[in-house]
């Protein structure tokens, strides 16, 4: 699981939501940064039993079998649905901490903490209905659409 957690790159996708922030000490933000957080871990693996999840089945029918879902079956013994019961519990485990480090953490500014949080808000959109950043043609394209045609008010 270890190495689904770094090969799934989201930490260095939550760090490029960094560069253009202004009002924030970069050197001890930056040492923060690097220490590796609990918030950053939770956020490696929350997208990585998510995406596991969701493109279990398109990744099986291509033939790649190196996916979490099907190592985690083989190396437990288990079923896939007892597998997803499992991610799913990694998720829900992992969303806790990250609520955790946003509501304690305070060696940060609050906004490096809420795009964190963000950024966690947008597994459940993507992986909703499945695989929405590969096939993004079904709720996906609504979501994204909807935020032209309709935006939110300020």
């Known amino acids: 699981m ?10 260095d996708f939550a760090s490029y939501s960094f560069i253009a922030m202004e009002d924030c000490d ?9 220490s590796k957080p609990r918030i ?15 493109t279990y089945e398109l990744e099986m029918k291509r033939g790649e079998v190196a996916n979490g879902v099907n190592c985690y079956m083989k190396q437990h ?3 896939k649905e007892e597998t997803v019961e499992e991610f799913n519990k990694i ?3 992992n969303q806790k901490i990250i609520m955790e480090e946003f509501l ?22 993507m992986y909703k209905e499945g695989d929405g950043y590969t096939e993004p043609l079904g709720n996906l394209k609504d979501i994204i659409t909807s935020l032209f045609l309709h935006p939110i008010p300020l």
Do not use: H
């Open 91 to 93: 998720y829900r485990e």
């Open 77 to 79: 013994g288990v079923t």
């Open 2 to 11: 270890e190495v689904g957690m770094v090969a799934a790159g989201m930490d």
């Open 40 to 54: 950053f871990q939770a956020l490696c693996a929350m997208y990585g039993v998510t995406n596991d999840i969701a």
């Open 104 to 125: 304690t953490t305070v060696c940060v500014p609050r906004q490096v903490l809420m795009r964190c949080l963000n950024i966690s808000r947008t597994f459940d959109v």
């Open 26 to 34: 970069e050197k001890s933000f930056f040492e923060w940064l690097n």
